[in-house]
């Protein structure tokens, strides 16, 4: 069973865009804190555009803004915001994208149909938790797409994909999940064949290395 540590829980916020509801989490790197996304809950957004959205600190719903960056290939659903100040511990996960193996057991966080949980020894809302496996990689232009064998639901979209490396004796970050893959599945009926789509359960998730791009490319 993949290693949980509670510094995923408290990474990890349900965010509120002008149109969209997901999951988001923030990272520490060089003493900055950034807030990590999908891009496709700020539709349409353009690199460096500033947006407005909110996420729930202590239960609280808290309005943000900052500038939004994304990769150059479009393709990568991966949105970076630079946050003014720090807004959680810092917290030392692993974000290179590497050390981890096909077959792999991974978890993700988020807030799918607006759901979390709340323990009783804690205050405010938390992400729920599901587990997949790494299923395969796929490499093209320059993203790299990590599919996962699980099941995604609405509302995870942005939740970070993780795993703890029993050598290394640390936390990593692997993916950014994005959405799923819908197969259609034909029901016979007296009036005819009926179309109807179904989670196939393989996950798309896009690596964590792009997170790393996007800081380089616009040096923030």
Do not use: W
């Not at 943000?64 to 990769?71: D, E, Q, T």
């Not at 003014?84 to 511990?89: D, P, Q, T």
């Not at 709340?118 to 809302?125: E, I, P």
């Not at 950014?176 to 196939?200: D, K, L, M």
Request: with cysteine; charged share 15%; glycine share 8%.
């Amino acid at each position: 069973m993949p290693f949980i540590n509670g510094e995923y829980f408290n990474s990890t916020f349900n965010i509120i865009t002008e149109t969209e509801n997901g999951t988001s989490f923030i990272l520490t790197i060089s003493e900055k804190q950034y807030l990590i996304t999908a891009k496709h809950l700020f539709k349409g957004v353009a690199n460096g555009e500033y947006k407005t959205f909110s996420i729930y600190i202590n239960d609280i719903l808290t309005p943000l803004s900052g500038k939004v960056y994304i990769c150059p290939n479009v393709n990568v659903d991966i949105a970076v915001v630079p946050l003014e100040e720090h807004i959680i511990a810092k917290y030392e996960f692993s974000i290179t994208g590497g050390n981890y193996s096909i077959g792999e057991d991974v978890f993700f966080f988020g807030y799918p149909y607006y759901l979390s949980q709340t323990l009783t020894n804690v205050k405010f809302k938390m992400p729920l938790v599901k587990t997949a496996i790494v299923s395969g990689v796929n490499y093209q232009d320059d993203c790299v797409q990590i599919y996962l064998d699980g099941h995604n639901n609405p509302g995870f979209s942005g939740g970070p994909v993780g795993y703890f490396n029993e050598r290394e004796q640390r936390l990593h970050i692997l993916s950014v999940i994005s959405g799923y893959i819908t197969q259609n599945n034909n029901i016979i009926t007296s009036a005819g064949v009926i179309i109807t789509p179904e989670n196939s359960g393989i996950i798309i998730s896009y690596s964590i290395k792009h997170v790393n791009d996007i800081l380089h490319l616009n040096k923030i």
